[in-house]
C-alpha cells in the first residue's frame, strides 16, 4: 500500500478554542491507483490533503497516521518532510497563480524540485523543465520556459504546474480541485492527461473535485466526505451507481441535469450546511435522521470494500 490514513482527526485552532474539522478518516491508496474525494465545501477535502503534505496551518493538532511507502509521516521531522514534498509526493492546487511565483520565469519554477532535491545545476535543470513542460503536452516548450506566468493562459499554468509536481517522478501526486477554475474543454484535457501520466510512471492520485462525473470518469475509487468524516466510499461504480448513504443520494440527486454545463460545481443540497459535532455528522440535514444517529454510526462494510457509515444502512446493502 502507498498511502494508509488511520484514523486521522484534525483540529485547527479558531478563537475560542479548536474546530475539529477532519474526524476519524481512513483510507488506503495502492501504487498506480486514483482515488477520488468528493463533498460539500468546507467537508475538509483540503485539510484532509495538507494533513497528508503536512502542510497545516500553524497550531494544528493531528491524532492517527498517515503512513507512506510504510512510514508514518508524523513521525517525520519538517526537515525531513521537506525532503518528501515535492520529491516523493507533491500537490497541485487549485489556482495555479497562487502556487507559481509571477517574479520568476516558468522553466526555473518547473526546475526547482531537481535544484532542491536532486542536486541540479542551473543548466542542466533548465534543459529538464523545457522536456517537463513538453511531457505535459505544451506547446513550444522552449518560448514557454523563458516566460512569465502572467503571459500564460490558465490551462497553460495548470500544465506548468503539473510538470512542476512531476519533475522529480513522485509516487503520489496530490490534486485538489485542479481544474476548477478551468473552462470546460480545458479541464477535460488536463484530467485526460493527468490519466495518462499516471499510466505511464505508475503514480498514485488522490483527486479531490466538487464534480461527480469527473470523478466517475477518473477515479476507481472514491471517498463522500461530509463534515470532516467519510460517509460512503468505495469503488466508483458501487458509491456512485448504487450509493447508500443519504448524503451520497442528495449529493447525486443535486448533480446538474443533462444540458446544464459540466464542470459546475456541486447544486446546493436542501437544508443550510450544518454538520453535527457528535454522532453522525449529516444528522442535522438528513431527512432519515433517528435518534440513534446521535451516535457515530457503524461502517457496514459491502462487498468490494464498499463501506457505508449509516444507521440505517444494513449489513445485506439496503437503505431502511
Ligand atoms: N486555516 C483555517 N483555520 C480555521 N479553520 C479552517 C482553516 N482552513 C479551513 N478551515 C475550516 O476547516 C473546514 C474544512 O475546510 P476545507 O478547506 O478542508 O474544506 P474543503 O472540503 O476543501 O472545501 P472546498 O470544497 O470549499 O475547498 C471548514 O469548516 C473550514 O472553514
Ligand atoms: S446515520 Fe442517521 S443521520 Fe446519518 S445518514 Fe444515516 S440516517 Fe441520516
Ligand atoms: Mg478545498
Known sequence: MLLGVENLSVDLPVAGGFKRV???????????????MVGESGSGKTITALAIMGLLPEGALVSGAIRFEGRDL????????????????????????????????????????LRLHRGYSRACAGAEAVKLLERVRLRDPDRLARAYPFALSGGERQRAMIAMALAC????????????????????????????????????????????AVIARHC???????GGAVMEEGPVEAVLGQALHPYTRALLAARPRLGAQRGARLAAIPGAYGAAAQGCAFAPRC???????????????LDNGHIVRCVRVTSDGRLT
Open 169 to 212: 517522478g513522485p509516487k503520489l501526486l496530490i490534486a485538489d480541485e485542479p481544474t476548477t477554475a478551468l473552462d470546460v474543454t480545458v479541464q477535460a484535457g488536463i484530467l485526460d492527461l493527468l490519466a495518462v501520466l499516471a499510466r505511464e510512471s505508475g503514480l498514485s492520485i488522490l483527486l479531490v473535485s466538487h464534480d461527480l
Open 74 to 113: 508524523a513521525t517525520l521531522s519538517e526537515a525531513q518532510m521537506q525532503s518528501l514534498r515535492g520529491d516523493r509526493v507533491a500537490m497541485v492546487f487549485q489556482e495555479p497563480m497562487s502556487a507559481l511565483n509571477p517574479l520568476h520565469r516558468i522553466g526555473d519554477q518547473v526546475a526547482e524540485p
Open 287 to 301: 431527512p432519515l435522521a433517528l435518534p440513534a444517529c446521535g451516535r457515530e454510526p457503524p461502517a457496514v462494510a
Open 220 to 226: 476507481r475509487r472514491v471517498l463522500v466526505m461530509y
Open 22 to 36: 477532519v474526524r476519524d478518516v481512513s483510507f488506503a491508496l495502492a501504487e498506480g491507483q486514483s482515488l477520488g
